[in-house]
């Protein structure tokens, strides 16, 4: 589909607060990347099915309706075109538990929400340098 721009960060998260503070953090921090959206794990998958190149990072929530962060990623995983991609984990959860499954189903990386928009744009900033994002425009 030649809507979605090659390359781009992939987010799946219900939480529209969210989405728009994930926005407002890339605008700021790598605005280089673009960003697509989807309400879930389903609506993820959806997406990346129409999408014609390899996206550049997966970044998923875990709490999510229809199709979890846990078993979007399971999914992904268990998919060649996306055994290289990388997926970040970016939840409310600093579950060491959750932290541990994540890893076992082939995440990259975990990361907590942080609790403000100055800890966000260092979150930003950290997937920028460790994804190598800025290759990615």
């Known amino acids: 589909m030649d809507s979605y721009p090659a390359h781009a960060v992939f987010i799946a998260d219900d939480d ?8 407002y953090a890339f605008a700021q921090h790598s605005p280089e990347c673009q960003l697509v959206f989807a309400v879930d794990g389903l609506a993820l998958l959806e997406d990346l099915a129409q999408l014609k190149s390899e996206p550049c990072l997966i970044i998923l929530d875990l ?16 998919s060649s075109r996306y055994a290289h991609t990388p997926i970040v984990i970016l939840t409310t959860s600093s579950e060491a538990t959750d932290r541990l499954y994540a890893y076992e189903l082939g995440a990259n990386e975990f990361l907590t929400k942080p609790i403000t928009l100055d800890l966000l744009g260092q979150t930003v900033r950290h997937l920028r340098k460790a994804w190598h994002l800025d290759q990615c425009v």
Do not use: I, K, Y
Request: charged letters at 30%.
């Open 63 to 78: 709490n999510m309706p229809r199709l979890n962060g846990f078993e979007a990623l399971q999914v992904l995983r268990h």
């Open 16 to 23: 529209e607060d969210d989405r728009l503070l994930l926005q």
